[in-house]
């Protein structure tokens, strides 16, 4: 235990020294996330636990996101005398507060605050607040770093990266059957997992990975081209071999948007090979090619615990239609009223719009529908725009990074409607303080 602690100090260290040199912090937070796997290298902080369970759990992650947020309320708190691109924290949190994209975030906080008055859980309600103010925050933060360190190019390339990275991983799992974490769990069941907890999370991130290395090949070199495919060759086989039906469904998803907003040779042809890779790979894989049918013969048969958690959540909407049981109230309903129902002990919701409409009620789900008009009204403008820039030879490469960002955030709300965690995914308030920093770069120019 001694050592887990030595460890954990260590690392406290390493991140002072990421302050001083704060280029390296977006990088480093979008590579620590994953690590999941680091949460057997440091002490469990068992305290914390009665504010929820694994509360107390510390990995890279957490260590990393906190890391980013304090430097963001140091940057806020230092003296206007302070160099300059300090002094422009302030002015970057105002420019958050008027983002239609933040201003409906906050206001889904802010609803899941006042539920506190008739939650059925109110202990859940205080710390789920607590939990996505911070990401509120860490969103806002990412917004102030990538505008004062350039950091448009840094997000999409580190998560080309470590996306790769972790394809890597998976691709020697799949191909060895020797896993580094959680062997015992995917390798019975003939999916790979790299570093997460969960192989259908490893999915989505691969897949945000895709859509990054996919929109840097748009304005690089024909080497830089080559070293793309190769990156996406290997994505998109870790991202099979990880069995996510969810994962799947939203690449083919995220494929067409692309491939609408995009009509390129250099999209469609990579699409229709990517495709084509796929069903082969399913085909040659028996119980990858069980999991499809299942999926494709009957649906709920496929997805029991889904089914059940879907068919309750469904119900306390319509008992609770308006304001909903109380943000984090679903779990302890599913404990209580419907206890009788919970199959193999699988109590929290998988699905993130049944989970918003069972604890806010119609107002949450308002507030959703806010935010994706706010993600999604430019992009017929930018289709538009990027035939005319690509007719008069204009620079196109904001219009990558917008177009990017929002397939992300798509990527990640369609693998929460089987696995859940949308609002409380890390990844989603990057990329939404990335995307609001880039639609600024356009505004001002």
């Known amino acids: 235990m001694s050592l887990l602690w030595v460890i954990l100090f260590i690392t406290i ?57 304090a430097y963001f309320i140091y940057s806020l708190l230092r003296s206007r005398r302070a160099d300059q691109f300090l002094r422009n924290a302030r002015g970057n949190l105002a420019e958050t507060l008027r983002s239609p994209l933040f201003i409906a975030l906050g206001g889904y906080i802010i609803w899941g605050a006042f539920s506190v008055i008739w939650s059925i859980d109110r202990l859940q309600t205080i710390v789920g607040v607590a939990r996505l103010a911070l990401l509120w925050l860490l969103g806002a933060a990412v917004y102030d770093l990538v505008k004062r360190r350039d950091g448009r190019i840094t997000v999409p390339v580190a998560f080309a990266v470590v996306s790769s990275a972790l394809a890597g991983i998976g691709v020697y799992e799949l191909l060895s059957k020797h896993f580094i974490w959680l062997g015992e769990i995917y390798q019975p069941i003939s999916r790979i997992n790299a570093t997460f907890v969960d192989a259908n999370i490893y999915a989505r991130f691969l897949l945000i990975g895709c859509l990054a290395t996919v929109i840097l090949m748009f304005y690089t070199t024909r080497k830089g081209r080559l070293i793309g495919a190769l990156a996406i060759a290997l994505q998109i086989a870790a991202l099979i071999g990880t069995g ?202």
């Not at 390296?24 to 002490?43: C, D």
């Not at 999926?295 to 958690?309: G, P, V």
């Not at 309750?312 to 109380?326: D, E, R, V």
């Open 13 to 69: 260290l390493a991140v002072g020294w990421g302050w001083k040199n704060s280029s390296y912090l977006l990088p480093l937070l979008i590579l620590g996330l994953p690590l999941e796997i680091s949460r057997t290298w440091f002490p469990h902080l068992l305290i914390l636990d009665k504010f929820g369970k694994f509360v107390g759990v510390i990995y890279f992650g957490r260590i990393l996101t906190l890391a980013v947020i």
């Open 244 to 445: 996510s039906r969810m994962g799947w469904i939203a690449m083919i998803i995220v494929a067409i948007g692309l491939a609408i907003l995009v009509p390129r040779r250099v999209v469609i042809l990579p699409i229709l090979g990517v495709s084509a890779l796929s069903g082969m790979s399913i085909l040659l894989n028996h119980k990858l090619l069980m999991r499809v049918l299942e999926l494709t013969q009957n649906f709920w048969a496929a997805s029991t615990e889904r089914h059940y958690l879907i068919t309750s959540g469904i119900q306390i909407f319509t008992q609770h239609p308006l304001q909903g049981i109380g943000l984090g109230g679903f779990q302890h309903a599913m404990l209580t009223t419907y206890a009788s129902i919970v199959q193999n002990g699988v109590s929290i919701s998988h699905t993130a719009l049944i989970t918003t409409a069972a604890e806010l009620g119609s107002i949450g789900l308002g507030i959703l529908v806010v935010f994706f008009v706010a993600l999604y009204w430019r992009l017929p403008s930018i289709r538009q725009a990027l035939r005319f820039s690509s007719q008069q030879f204009l620079d196109t490469k904001r219009y990558y990074w917008e177009i990017f960002a929002v397939l992300a955030i798509t990527a990640i709300f369609i693998s929460a409607q089987g696995e859940g965690r949308f609002l409380e995914d890390p990844y989603l308030w990057i990329l939404t303080g990335y995307l609001t920093a880039v639609r600024d770069l356009e505004e001002v120019s």
